[in-house]
Nanobody, 120 residues
Framework: EVHVEESGGALVQPGGSLRLSCASSGFTLGDIAIGWFRQAPGKEREGVSCMSSSDGSTSYADSVKGRFTISRDNAKNTVYLQMNSLQPDDTAVYYC?????????????WGQGTQVTVSS
């Protein structure tokens, strides 16, 4: 059974940083795509970042490009989202997703989400 669990969400001041973690089990990271999505109250769900485990390629939403970095630790079956220069618009529940293949479609397995709040 696939299991995905996010952690690391917190309240942070504008300009601050957080690192989210996505721990997974039930499969290896060799042939999947790991994505981060977020959803803020009253807004549509947004794809934030995606990493293909087969070749390590990454992609980012324009809104986070240059501030967020996705990375992985295969030994720990864990993917991270380093978030720097956080702004109030980054406030959302962040979800980790795992899809078979090389694209983050959001149709695979989801975690329960972790709350990130950016506020002074």
């Amino acid at each position: 059974e696939v299991h995905v669990e996010e952690s690391g969400g917190a309240l942070v001041q504008p300009g601050g940083s957080l690192r989210l973690s996505c721990a997974s089990s039930g499969f290896t990271l060799g042939d999947i795509a790991i994505g981060w999505f977020r959803q803020a109250p009253g807004k549509e769900r947004e794809g934030v970042s995606c990493m293909s485990s087969s070749d390590g390629s990454t992609s980012y939403a324009d809104s986070v490009k240059g501030r967020f970095t996705i990375s992985r630790d295969n030994a720990k079956n864990t993917v991270y989202l380093q978030m720097n220069s956080l702004q109030p618009d980054d406030t959302a529940v962040y979800y980790c997703t795992i899809d078979l293949g090389s694209s983050c479609t959001g149709r695979g397995s989801w975690g329960q989400g972790t709350q990130v709040t950016v506020s002074s």
